[in-house]
């Protein structure tokens, strides 16, 4: 074979682009010895120089024409032959084979360009900028009837869809109907499975997520799970998740979302929802996150939260307290804290017992429920008094937060702490609130928080704080003075870049302290009045003005 593979090289290597007898038995030779060995092959195939005359071969569209394609498309499963290929100038000619009516060619040269590009983003972006994505969406409308030539196309889509790029031309080609068209007509688990991994990056686009939307992809998903719920097969469960994960992602697009929801009539949303209460924790894991998806504006909250959603939610959670399904326990977290953002919901919710659910989750070792616990608390808590008392009063909170405040490996959790301590003073303005925080050890949490790199973060530690100084100085006194607040305090009045809320609520609060002897003597060894001083001529009104409030105040203690 050896002889014949140089003899057939060497022939080739000579040829010029026609076809003829020489020429095809040459190939047929090269496939022949690639299908036996096709690393030494291939090899050899470079060492002879023979790719530069592919390129010519591949330039007049002839009988021989499918057998060259071919060729490349085996050299090209070794990676060592890839950037030859290149080098060899085949990418060019293979595009233009693509516009060809010949069914094997087209199956050919769509395995040459995907294997010659394989893991190469670089590659694929360059056939993206040759316009490869409306072609092949094209082949795949005229040529769903061969499946080898199917396949290759959705191979290539589920390469190129990685590629941002790629995203604005899939968009602008009708790819969403050809592949719910598609996806309608298969039966085997394989087949789907192939569409469904077009689909999710595709589904990743919000103009892409409508028109999978409008082309009826939901339809084929809901009927998916109805297919699969109820069966043990590993490969059902698989394409389950698949499919309710894909409704979820359709469900992150604003447009895609709305007209889903249809002002809380659509039948896809009912049917959504009857996920919950399912048995089934990935239907579960998809209802709660399609609620929280859907619960993405006011209107939707307000409609949902009247209809009784929250009550499923608990339910919910109620089943996974000692189960324990983190996923499941976070993504019913999500859509509660979702919808307790309409101010008019947040009564409704603390009356359906919300928050006595939430804390049944205050035992949880994982952070990404404890994290979405109390942004679920807090959202439940802003603007609600009574409610922020209740739940300011409970020790074991309070505890809680205030060990997760030095949850330093979860900057989440431990931000979210130090603002829901803070969110408990601030909306009850209660003397027992405030007792509870001091004795839980919340001072010190509150007095870094007030040096955090996050504007609103400073703001909400400097009003909690100024509460407690109101409230309660005499108790809170002892820690002041140890946590350095009143350091903390000079510092936020003298650094240039802090914000005139800060410098406004930071001599609010050091009004409030000036009640305590040795907090009052800290500001006067600190030079205070000449701080205060400087900042009359502020061009912030409300902080010049409050700066010579504070001064009058400082003069008349000193």
């Not at 060019?92 to 060619?105: G, M, S, T, Y």
């Not at 698989?238 to 007209?259: F, I, N, P, R, Y």
């Not at 007030?450 to 973060?457: C, F, G, L, R, V």
């Not at 305590?516 to 900042?535: G, M, N, R, T, Y």
Request: proline share 2%.
């Amino acid at each position: 074979m050896a002889d014949n593979l140089s003899e057939a090289l060497k022939t080739l290597k000579l040829s010029s682009a026609g076809a003829s007898d020489s020429v095809e038995g040459c190939l047929d030779c090269l496939l022949k010895a690639l299908a036996h060995n096709n690393v030494e092959t291939s090899e050899k195939i470079q060492q002879m120089g023979v790719l530069a005359t592919m390129s010519a071969l591949l330039s007049v569209q002839n009988s021989c024409t499918p057998k060259v394609a071919n060729i490349i498309a085996e050299v090209a499963k070794n990676e060592f032959m890839r950037s030859p290929c290149v080098e060899a100038g085949l990418i060019p000619p293979l595009v233009q084979l693509l516009n060809c009516k010949d069914q094997e060619i087209l199956l050919q040269t769509g395995r040459a360009l995907g294997n010659i590009c394989y893991d190469s983003h670089s590659l694929q972006a360059q056939l993206i900028s040759m316009g490869v994505i409306p072609t092949l969406v094209r082949l795949l409308g005229v040529h769903s009837q061969n499946t080898p030539l199917t396949e290759m196309c959705l191979i290539a889509f589920g390469n190129l869809a990685e590629l941002e790029s790629s995203k604005e031309q899939f968009a602008s080609t009708n790819i969403a109907e050809e592949l719910v068209r598609l996806f309608r007509k298969q039966a085997e688990h394989e087949k789907k499975e192939m569409i469904f991994e077009v689909l999710a990056p595709l589904a990743e686009n919000d103009v892409i997520k409508l028109q999978l939307v409008d082309a009826g992809l939901v339809e084929c998903l809901l009927e998916v799970v109805a297919q699969t719920v109820n069966s043990e097969r590993e490969e059902d469960a698989a394409q389950l998740k698949t499919a309710s994960d894909l409704m979820v992602l359709l469900l992150l697009g604003d447009e895609s979302m709305q007209k889903l929801f249809e002002g809380g009539k659509g039948s896809v949303f009912q049917r959504v929802l009857s996920w919950v209460p399912s048995n089934n924790h990935q239907l579960q894991l998809a209802g709660a996150l399609a609620i929280a998806n859907f619960a993405r504006n006011d209107g939707n909250c307000i409609h949902m939260v009247d209809t009784g959603i929250v009550q499923k939610l608990l339910e919910l959670l109620d089943r996974h307290v000692e189960e324990g399904n983190v996923t499941v326990q976070h993504a019913a977290l999500s859509a509660l804290r979702n919808l307790a953002i309409p101010v008019v919901n947040k009564s409704k919710m603390l009356l359906a017992g919300v928050s006595d659910v939430v804390l049944k989750f205050l035992k949880s070792e994982m952070p990404p429920v404890q994290f979405k616990l109390l942004g679920t608390l807090r959202m439940l808590i802003d603007t609600q008094a009574d409610a922020a008392e209740q739940l300011g009063t409970n020790v074991k909170l309070v505890e809680r937060l205030a060990e997760w405040c030095e949850a330093k490996d979860h900057a989440g959790v431990m931000g979210e702490s130090n603002r829901l301590l803070s969110a408990l003073i601030r909306h009850s303005k209660s003397k027992e609130v405030v007792r509870t925080v001091i004795q839980a050890g919340g001072v010190k949490h509150l007095v870094l928080m007030a040096t955090s790199e996050h504007m609103i973060m400073q703001n909400e530690a400097l009003v909690a704080l100024g509460l407690i100084a109101a409230l309660h100085l005499d108790c809170a006194e002892k820690d002041f003075v140890s946590f350095s607040l009143v350091k903390v305090l000079h510092k936020l009045l003298t650094e240039e870049h802090s914000a005139p809320e800060i410098k406004y609520n930071s001599m609010i609060l050091i009004c409030s302290i000036m009640g305590s002897e040795p907090l009052h003597k800290e500001v006067q060894s600190l030079a205070f009045i000449d701080v205060v001083s400087s900042l009359r001529s502020h061009e912030n009104k409300t902080v010049s003005h409050q700066a010579s409030l504070t001064e009058q105040r400082l003069t008349a203690q000193s």
